[in-house]
């Protein structure tokens, strides 16, 4: 059914704000279905006095009348449409904006779980139906509903017997519609299910077409895409043939009642009940209330669209986070530590469900770096993500300057935490943009210092219009290695007194990583630090290394000490001679 | 590739027509008789009026509510088989378009950005397309409306000429605002659209970069801008709804007009007897068929909205067909609506054998900057080992996506055993070469379809790639196996083995030269060491590219080379190369050197 309740549920809040435009809309409304349901009354005065003989000059004004309704009713009906349209997209754009905050605030299980597509579905897609539902549901359903109602109040006022015989018949093609609606609705889901899957489908194929050419594996593609259309085909046909049906419901209707004008209009007039002129006003109500069904029933389908819709969004805003805060106590107005107390983690979405981190504890006092080295899935990625809180852990607790993750003011965490990891993702929008995420309270000077400091000003330069250049999206034009320059910069632009550098520098040539090694040097300078990595080079600076192997801790202990100790495992590493044994 | 021109909408129009015309005639007819028969309506209803003003007799009165009800039933009939062969009309055409489309996006260079995010992307395959459809879609309507209307003005002309001359003042009138507001209305639409891309671009780069964002504690700011975007945009949509309001209202009011204008002229002469009178019949059915005629003007006004809009989309259209003529987007395509897709499994052919493949003096350049590559020249011979090696920024990957034709390149030759390949992206693939980008994707289908891609192959040949590939025992802990789902809508993979599903999905095409970009992200040393020494006990007649600054792969390679600035610089095997090249020893190092 139409998913009024529900709408409401969702939108009274959003309306609100807008409550003395909605009330003037609804005043508008009303003045368009009078204006409407008066014009036919003066045709009947003007017929009946034109068969009573008046002369042209009583008849007149009535057709001038006539016309001056008719163009104040136009003008009165944009005004209404305006001011829908004014109000529903600043009701839906509040949603869009209140989804987007209430989403990016989601736990990274859920993005991991979520294509961006999917949510723009849900954050764009979803809500713009939303607004074509409002502007639909109040100007054509509400709207059209009253002016149904007055059609029917006047024809039992004009003669009650055809307003009965409309009535009954009105109301029966609307319950046969409501029916048919139930049997349709199903066949327009099947339909939708199919278009994403299709647009879901094009959407990885442009996203993935390096790797499609290059595997010679258009055919195939083609083949898939040829499959979904040809799924697709048939549910189409059955959508449209549910239409006629609706379509040829309300015509039924329509003739039914053309019936009645013919039959009680003539069997009335016969008798004298009805003047000339009222059998046409009969008929022309009859005429008028054509339309008005014909919009409702129009309207259904995408109505129940509007109610899968809030559906979506309902659960979008009712999922909660993974990670509530348990309370939103600061951070100490100090050097911060980090500490990992028998962590136990693992990733409930991923594969094979294995476990992560086992066990894992040590304790870096603030302003001390630890180079962290493990082979890949050792879980190094794992201990930035939840120092960062991306995730938590299920068994022990992570503590930042003392305070559990759970229990630090997330804001608070991520101003004083950063992280750089070696996926760098830019937006199609200016490098300055790109630096600040749209922080434009942060100044250029600012910027290019820190990119002079970075010794990016070359790269700066390069660019067609320097901070004005836009990226393109995705790689941006850059190579992974300037992305991830960038990525510092983004760092450097929040001193932070925690920084965790997630695998910096794999993709980094050595020689690049050179040049940054004097950076990363400002960077930790009074800093707490993890440096992960997966060459030794890097962990060169580090205090303490912690040695991960399969989600187990096999060393901690300070550098030097462990540099110097034959037997240790990172002794064992420096001695292989190899920059790189671990990785 | 500049783009071409756009052609006047009727010729897409018309060639769209010219791919189904058996259809296309069939929905004509439908449509113009669905539409014209209302005239009937009118003249009973006419009928009746005029026979009201005396004694009806029951026997017309039957026949006439007799009529009505007949007149029903058929048009019911009429609009049942339409809908059903628009359905399959409307799809088809819109399935031609985004075949055309996908088909052309393979062809671009697979590497080279299009000029959209994938967001606005998917936008182009369904909401372009379907602003093309519409046009096609209502043109029947149009043929219908003006049909009726050119019948219905008929009429009414004979029944009174001076009114119906009166009348069609308006009526003329909504014609020519419907085609003046023309430019207005595509403008308008235009940039509505416009500023609804900008936001799921924007929606769509956040939520690729939840993390960094997170991380960024920059929600707000994230936030604000979107807002904005946003308000841009409910300025456009309100524009936009707003102006097809007016244009409605001027479409709706002119019936009621035209009858405000009857009854100016008719006062007086209405229900009047002889000749100058107008009855009450002809004064109803003079305001029916005034209906018909409006819509016709109407459905004209719709219909040039409609192809200005749709022009719009065609002119968006053919740009992202990047270069190729906007015929190619409607032509008919083997859509495989009525067959079983045939592509879904077929033979891996066996070409020749490998022999060398030389590039020479190879250049790219990516545009609007000086960034790319200058000059290279490179080969690689059967059985050899070529690592690529060089800084951040120094063009390694531009070079193999030229080489494979993923990047367009500006000059330079390519050489396959010494003939030379025009076609590189069609030339150097599966199963002469195959191909791991950096970071490569996986699709949402089973392990299995992402790993075969449709060749046929024996489970065998299969477990075997699986086996080079290392990822045994990865799709053992699969909890279905090769059957998983995967990509974004399935289990989610690790790097390391959506990289080892990218080695193994390689190795199931059998390639003569394998092209690796660093795999050093993903794959641990001893992963990528086990790999290549797999690969070349199976395998004795294969040859390898790969971009890497690991000491192993450094050590192994039969040849280095060494880019710096897009340009090789040196190249040699890495002891020689440790002696005479200050960049190679800058990587082998890991200092800052010659550069």
């Known amino acids: 059914m139409i998913p009024v309740r529900a709408y409401f549920r969702l939108f009274t809040g959003y309306l609100r704000p807008h409550r003395a435009k909605a009330t003037l809309l609804g005043a508008l409304l009303l003045t368009t279905i009078a204006l409407q349901l008066a014009n036919p009354q003066l045709i009947k005065r003007f017929i009946d006095g034109a068969v009573a003989g008046e002369p042209a000059s009583a008849l007149i004004p009535i057709a001038i009348a006539f016309i001056v309704i008719a163009l104040t009713h136009q003008l009165f009906a944009v005004w209404a449409t305006y001011l829908a349209e004014q109000i529903g997209w600043s009701a839906t754009n509040q949603l869009r904006a209140d989804l987007t905050d209430h989403v990016l605030r989601l736990d990274m299980g859920f993005h991991k779980g979520t294509s961006p597509g999917e949510l723009i579905e849900r954050i764009d897609g979803d809500v713009t139906a939303l607004s074509n539902f409002f502007s639909s549901m109040i100007i054509k359903v509400l709207g059209n509903g009253a002016l149904l109602l007055g059609i029917l109040v006047l024809l039992w006022l004009e003669s009650w017997i055809v307003g009965l015989a409309i009535t009954v018949f009105t109301v029966g093609t609307f319950l046969g519609l409501f029916r048919l609606h139930g049997v349709i609705v199903p066949w327009q889901k099947e339909i939708r299910a199919t278009s994403a899957e299709m647009y879901g489908f094009i959407g990885e194929q442009v996203d993935g077409r390096e790797d499609i050419e290059a595997s010679g594996a258009t055919e ?93 969004v309902e659960e979008l805003l009712a999922r909660e986070s993974a990670l509530i805060p348990r309370n939103d106590r600061r951070l100490p107005d100090e050097p911060l530590g980090v500490q990992f107390e028998n962590v136990t983690f693992r990733y409930d979405d991923e594969a094979g469900n294995e476990t992560i981190l086992d066990n894992v504890s040590f304790d870096i006092a603030p302003g001390r770096v630890v180079g962290l080295l493990g082979r890949t899935g050792s879980g190094k990625s794992t201990i930035a993500r939840l120092v960062t809180r991306m995730y938590e852990p299920q068994g022990g607790v992570v503590r930042i300057g003392g305070l559990a993750t759970w229990d630090i003011d997330i804001a608070d965490l991520r101003r004083r935490v950063a992280m750089v990891t070696q996926d760098v993702q830019l937006f199609r929008a200016t490098v300055r943009d790109n630096l600040t995420f749209f922080d434009n309270s942060i100044s250029d000077e600012r910027l290019l210092e820190v990119i002079h400091r970075l010794e990016l000003d070359e790269w700066l330069a390069s660019l067609p219009a320097g901070l004005d250049s836009k990226l393109e999206s995705g790689a941006g034009g850059l190579s992974g290695g300037q992305a991830q320059l960038l990525a510092f910069t983004r760092v450097y632009l929040r001193d932070p007194e925690v920084v965790v550098l997630d695998e910096a520098s794999s993709r980094l040539d050595p020689a690049t990583e050179a040049l940054l090694e004097r950076a990363v040097d400002h960077l930790l300078e009074n800093r707490t630090a993890i440096l992960i990595a997966h060459r030794l080079a890097t962990v060169a600076r580090a205090d303490d290394i912690v040695i991960l192997e399969d989600g187990r801790v096999v060393e901690y202990g300070e550098r030097r000490r462990l540099e110097s100790d034959p037997k240790s495992v990172f002794s064992r590493l420096l001695a292989t001679g190899m920059n790189e044994a671990l990785t | 590739m500049t783009d071409q021109p756009t052609p006047a909408f009727t010729r897409v129009l018309f ?13 004509l007819f439908l449509w113009v008789t669905i539409w014209t028969i209302p005239i009937l309506i009118g003249l009973i209803t006419a009928h009746f009026f005029d026979a009201l003003t005396d004694e009806i007799p029951v026997t017309t009165l039957t026949m006439l509510v007799g009529a009505v009800l007949v007149y029903a039933v058929v048009r019911s009939m009429f609009i049942f088989m339409a809908m059903r062969n628009h359905a399959s009309l409307l799809f088809r055409a819109a399935a031609t378009m985004r075949r055309n489309l996908l088909v052309r996006i393979y062809e671009l260079p697979g590497a080279a950005g299009l000029r959209e995010t994938p967001g606005e992307n998917v936008s182009r395959f369904r909401d372009d397309v379907e602003h093309i459809v519409e046009p096609f879609d209502l043109f029947v309507d149009f043929v219908g409306a003006l049909v009726s209307g050119l019948i219905a003005f008929g009429i009414m002309l004979t029944i009174d000429p001076v009114i119906t001359s009166v009348v069609a003042i308006p009526v003329l009138i909504v014609a020519i605002v419907s085609n003046r507001t023309g430019g207005l209305v595509r403008r308008y639409r235009k940039q509505a659209r416009d500023a609804t891309e900008a936001i799921t ?37 309100v524009r936009d709804r707003t102006l097809t309001a007016v244009l409605e209202a001027v479409f709706r009011n002119t019936v009621n007009i035209g009858t405000g204008l009857i009854l100016l002229l008719a006062a007086g002469r209405l229900a009047a007897t002889g000749a100058a009178g107008i009855s009450l019949g002809e004064f109803a059915l003079f305001v029916f068929l005034l209906h018909l005629v409006t819509d016709s003007a109407y459905f004209y006004g719709m219909f040039i909205a409609r192809v200005k809009q749709g022009s719009v989309s065609v002119e968006r259209l053919t740009s992202t067909m990047s270069g190729e003529p906007w015929e190619r987007l409607v032509d008919r395509t083997e859509l495989g609506l009525d067959t079983e897709p045939t592509g879904l499994t077929r033979e891996v052919e066996k070409p020749g054998p490998f022999e060398s493949l030389s590039i020479r003096d190879l250049s790219y350049h990516y545009p609007g900057s000086t960034n790319g590559i200058d000059g290279v020249d490179l080969d690689i011979a059967l059985g050899e080992f070529v690592v690529l090696t060089g800084r951040i920024g120094s063009g390694k990957t531009t070079l193999l996506r030229a080489i494979l034709g993923l990047l367009p390149a500006e000059g330079g030759t390519i050489e396959w055993n010494g003939e030379p390949v025009d076609d590189p992206a069609t030339w150097l ?46 799709i053992e802990l699969m909890p279905d196996g090769l059957e998983t789902l995967v990509g974004p809508r399935g289990v989610r993979l690790s790097g390391g083995q959506v990289q080892r599903s990218a080695a193994a ?39 390898a590219l790969v971009v890497s600054h690991r000491h192993s792969a450094l050590a192994r390679a039969d040849r280095v080379v060494v880019m710096e600035k897009g340009r090789v610089v040196a190249v040699g095997t890495a002891e020689q190369l440790a002696e005479t090249s200050e960049a190679f020893q800058a990587i082998w190092e890991g200092v800052v050197g010659g550069g």
Not at chain 1, 257 to 264: E, L, M, Q, R, Y
């Open chain 1, 220 to 312: 195939f593609m083609l083949s898939r895409f040829d499959a979904i259309q040809r799924k697709w085909l048939p549910q189409v046909i059955r959508g449209w043939t549910g239409w006629a049906m609706m379509w040829s419901a309300s015509m039924a209707l329509y003739f039914v009642s053309i019936a009645v004008v013919f039959v009680f209009g003539s069997l009335l007039f016969g008798v004298g009940a009805l003047t000339l002129g009222s059998v046409y006003l009969v008929y022309q109500y009859v005429e008028m209330a054509h339309r008005p069904i014909e919009q409702i029933r129009e309207e259904l389908i995408d109505l129940q669209k509007a109610g899968a819709s809030i559906e979506r």
């Open chain 2, 15 to 27: 060639r769209m027509i010219r791919q189904q015309p058996v259809r296309y005639g069939f929905a």
């Open chain 2, 201 to 237: 671009g924007f929606l769509g780069e956040t939520f690729a970069a939840t993390q960094a964002v997170k991380v960024a504690g920059a929600e707000a700011h994230m936030l604000r801008h979107f807002q904005d975007l946003n308000d841009v945009r409910k300025t456009m949509m």
């Open chain 2, 429 to 474: 693939i599966p199963p002469r070469v195959a191909y791991t980008s950096q970071v490569p994707r996986l699709f949402s289908m089973s392990l299995e379809d992402n790993l075969v891609l449709g060749a046929k192959l024996s489970d065998d040949e299969l477990a075997e790639s699986i086996h080079i590939a290392t990822m045994r025992h990865d």
């Open chain 2, 505 to 543: 999905r390689m190795f199931t095409r059998a390639p003569q030269l394998l092209v690796l970009d660093d795999v050093s992200s993903a794959l641990d040393v001893e992963t990528e060491q086990t790999l290549w020494r797999r690969l070349f006990e199976a395998r004795s007649d294969v040859a």
